[in-house]
């Protein structure tokens, strides 16, 4: 067996993309040895990795196959992951290898929003009314039945992308074009594909939190800023080390029950819940790492490293949730007004005010970015602030698109 130090092995089951992931492989590298299986080689993962294998990850069966040669040679500690479209596949693989984790059985309950809710239900935990439909025709007989404002969703997906509001009746065939033709790799395509829900009025936020030998730990409490109605990009996320949620009995609760319900014990979950005048609603439950930098914000903010701790717990280790300061971090997306196609997106250092702390470009020259319903998640650049206080946070960030330059051009219109 080939060992590395004193530094476990975990296979690290895809890297997803440098801009908004390399923060996670450069503080668990320094802790773990990881192993890459994924379509292509190894590249920009190079410094975090000890070795990797090509192959292809959405596919079970054959990840499955890869892992256990590994492991023939290795020996290995966990599974890592933290990819939307592989936490199914990476499950096959833990349970295959018999290392910690939670069944594949469970991770496709919170891949499908249809399961999680008849979960919820089943367990009573609060959540909007929701009817999954395969037509048009079954969406207007949902939204009538619920009643309006609905929310049209995809079933599989997560992140907003393909959730769209509609008032009334003559919203419904653009919402549900807008669920039934969003799409992301490694999602599964189901035969009752979009989902009709109650609209949930008031805030939106999201909770990661580990979860470890019974104990259910909120790491990060992160406040949702939307925008581009009616659909729900998100723009922006502020995270307070201070957030009295963090504390809430009702949020211990009710994160404790959404998870017993789907049989979730073992790792780090990404679960959203609005905040409505009747108290928490649950909207959804993802087996994995928040994205749009939720778990660096929560780091900042707190210092509680929560990469690590879905790294930890992978491996069979208690992970560390010990606060060691209080502070507040935001995250500010950049979107362009229009579809474009980008020349040139520039950070521009020397215009950094107070409480900024970093300023990335998260789309190279050539990209073409469209706006919902064309396109989601069209970002050209992000902004991060880190101050004392939230308000002082949001102050620093009013300037954000003046940090970052944008130079672009109308795109072309895509064929109908």
Request: glycine content about 10%; aromatic content about 6%.
């Amino acid at each position: 067996m080939t060992l590395y130090g004193e530094k476990p092995l975990l296979l690290l089951i895809g890297s997803s993309g440098r801009r908004s992931r390399e923060f996670i492989l450069r503080t668990v590298s320094e802790r773990y040895a990881l192993w890459l299986l994924q379509p292509a080689p190894v590249s920009w993962e190079a410094p975090y990795v000890v070795g990797g294998t090509v192959v292809d990850n959405t596919d079970a069966h054959a990840l499955v196959e890869t892992a256990r040669r590994v492991a023939d040679t290795h020996e290995v500690a966990g599974v890592f992951c933290y990819d939307e479209g592989l936490v199914t596949p990476a499950a096959h693989v833990a349970r295959a290898l018999g290392l910690p984790g939670n069944s594949p059985g469970t991770v496709i309950a919170c891949r499908d929003k249809n399961a999680t809710r008849i979960a919820l239900e089943t367990a009573r935990v609060p959540q909007p009314a929701s009817i999954g439909v395969r037509s048009l025709a079954e969406a207007r007989a949902a939204a009538e039945k619920i009643g309006f404002p609905v929310v049209v969703k995809p079933r599989g997906l997560a992140g907003g992308m393909g959730v769209r509001r509609a008032d009334g009746p003559g919203d419904l065939e653009g919402s549900y074009r807008a669920a039934s033709g969003a799409s992301y790799p490694g999602v599964p395509v189901f035969d009752v594909p979009v989902l009709v829900e109650e609209y949930a009025d008031g805030p939106e936020i999201s909770v990661d939190a580990v979860f470890f030998e019974g104990e259910c730990v909120p790491l990060v409490v992160a406040r949702k800023q939307i925008g581009m109605a009616p659909f729900f990009e998100e723009t922006g996320h502020e995270v307070d080390g201070a957030d009295p949620l963090l504390t809430s009995p009702e949020l211990l609760e009710a994160l404790r029950a959404a998870h017993a319900a789907l049989d979730f014990h073992t790792g780090v979950s990404h679960t959203e819940f609005r905040i409505t005048v009747d108290g928490l609603r649950l909207m959804e439950v993802n087996a994995r790492l928040g994205g749009d930098m939720i778990p660096y914000l929560g780091h900042l903010a707190t210092g509680v490293d929560v990469a690590m701790a879905a790294a930890d717990v992978a491996a069979g280790r208690r992970p560390d949730t010990t606060v060691r300061h209080r502070k507040a971090a935001a995250i500010s997306f950049l979107y362009p007004d229009q579809d474009i196609e980008i020349d040139a997106v520039t950070v521009h250092e020397d215009r950094f005010t107070a409480g900024i702390h970093s300023a990335d470009a998260m789309a190279d020259p050539g990209a073409v970015l469209r706006l919902p319903p064309r396109g989601y998640i069209s970002r050209y650049a992000r902004v991060i602030a880190l101050a004392d206080s939230v308000e002082q946070a949001r102050t620093a960030l009013l300037g954000a698109p003046e940090i970052v330059g944008l130079a672009c051009r109308p795109a072309e219109v895509p064929a109908p």
